[in-house]
């Protein structure tokens, strides 16, 4: 049941975009992303809820298609801070989370 | 409070030895859940509590775990007779009604030794 993250690390110059890719396998409720930097708690970056709506905030948004399963988190020029391992959490409907492994996003200057 | 605050934040105890963890969440924060990662790994689900329901304990790894909530608030998160394989970091969140988006402390690492 867990999610499937893609890819599992990448590695950008700055100003650069990104694509992190989250499926299941089962019908989802919702999607959560956070963002986790080393040695810190993971920080909320967003929800979706079904019905393929599309969210973001500054340069980051993310996109819900409900037909795949899928959700998909864009980061578009990259800045140093957004470094740090992403997570996408699914939910089907019980409140509770099932996480992917993570992706890892390095950002140099 | 204007976090959620985990204490201790280190812990090392020895094998054998029980330990609590303990998660007070924001304030109004119905929702709130514990969570296990160890090092360079994602997030493991323990246990969910929400509002006055009976917590769901699916995630719970043996019997050695148990949690409880008092008054809708403060939560306890017990490991009794500690194992190596217990060490990691835990992490509390809570979230406004378990719809929205989760709020987490800096979590409590544990080292069992």
């Known amino acids: 049941q867990q999610p499937v993250q893609s890819p599992q690390a990448v590695i950008l110059r700055e100003g650069e975009d990104a694509v992190i890719n989250c499926s299941s396998s089962?019908?989802?409720?919702?999607v959560h992303w956070y963002r986790q930097k080393h040695g810190e708690a993971p920080v909320f970056l967003m929800i979706?809820?079904?019905g393929g709506e599309q969210k973001g905030h500054d340069k980051i948004s993310a996109s819900f298609n409900e037909k795949k399963q899928q959700s998909s988190l864009y980061l578009t020029a990259s800045q140093l801070s957004y470094s740090g391992t992403y997570f996408c959490?699914?939910?089907?409907?019980?409140?509770?989370?099932?996480w992917g492994a993570g992706t890892k996003l390095i950002i140099k200057p | 409070g204007a976090g959620v605050s985990q204490s201790p934040s280190n812990k090392v105890t020895e094998k054998g030895k029980d330990v609590e963890l303990r998660c007070d969440p924001i304030?109004?924060?119905?929702?709130l859940y514990w969570y296990r990662q160890s090092l360079g790994q994602g997030l493991e689900f323990l246990i969910y509590f929400q509002g006055n329901s009976a917590p769901d304990k699916s995630g719970l790894p043996s019997d050695r775990f148990s949690a409880e909530r008092t008054g809708g608030s403060v939560s306890t998160l017990t490991i009794q007779r500690t194992q190596q394989e217990d060490s990691a970091v835990y992490l509390c969140?809570?979230?406004?009604?378990?719809?929205?988006?989760?709020?987490f402390g800096s979590g409590t690492r544990l080292t069992v030794v």
């Open positions: 089962k019908a989802l409720y919702s």
């Open positions: 969140a809570s979230s406004p009604t378990g719809e929205g988006g989760y709020t």
């Open positions: 979706l809820l079904k």
């Open positions: 304030s109004g924060h119905t929702a």
């Open positions: 959490g699914t939910e089907f409907g019980n409140y509770q989370l099932i």
